[in-house]
């Protein structure tokens, strides 16, 4: 996957511990060096009109596990 520029992240939500591979850094535009992994980070990334739907989808997603 490395080889297509793929945006691969790994989220446990109930620990909060997230992993974003090389490529997505890159993808999002932002230093790999500048800081931790985040939601918050994550959704600064998010075309300010996405945010409730992306709050919405994770919420979704929290309650079906």
Known sequence: LHGMHAGIW???AKSGNLKWFDDLWTMFGIDK???TPSI???GKSIYPDDHEK???TIAEACRAS
């Open 40 to 42: 918050d980070l994550f």
């Open 54 to 56: 992306l709050r919405s």
């Open 10 to 12: 790994e989220w446990e």
């Open 33 to 35: 060096s500048g800081g």
